[in-house]
Nanobody, 115 residues
Framework: QVQLVESGGGLVPPGGSLRLSCVAS????????MSWYRQTPGKGRDLVAY????????KYVDSVKGRFTISRDNAKNTIYLQMNSLKPEDTAVYYC????????WGQGTQVTVAS
């Protein structure tokens, strides 16, 4: 059974930093691309960043380029999202996503950027 457990969210002032983690279990983690998505109330989930199975391909949405860094540790079955220079518009629930086949979502972690 696939499980994705996010952590690291919280309240941070504008310009601050947070590091999200997602621990995966129940599948061969090192064989799958993984992603971070985010969702604000009343909207769908938007892709933030993607990392391929061994990290050779990394992609970001334009709005976070230069501020966010996605990474993974296949020995720990974990992906990370380092978020720097946070802005109020980064406020959202952040979700870890296991790419297809058998796509799966984590439960989400709230990130709030406010003074």
């Amino acid at each position: 059974q696939v499980q994705l457990v996010e952590s690291g969210g919280g309240l941070v002032p504008p310009g601050g930093s947070l590091r999200l983690s997602c621990v995966a279990s129940g599948f061969a983690f090192s064989l799958y691309g993984m992603s971070w998505y985010r969702q604000t109330p009343g909207k769908g989930r938007d892709l933030v960043a993607y990392i391929s199975s061994v990290g050779e391909i990394i992609k970001y949405v334009d709005s976070v380029k230069g501020r966010f860094t996605i990474s993974r540790d296949n020995a720990k079955n974990t992906i990370y999202l380092q978020m720097n220079s946070l802005k109020p518009e980064d406020t959202a629930v952040y979700y870890c996503y296991k790419n297809a086949p058998s796509a799966s979502w984590g439960q989400g972690t709230q990130v709030t950027v406010a003074s």
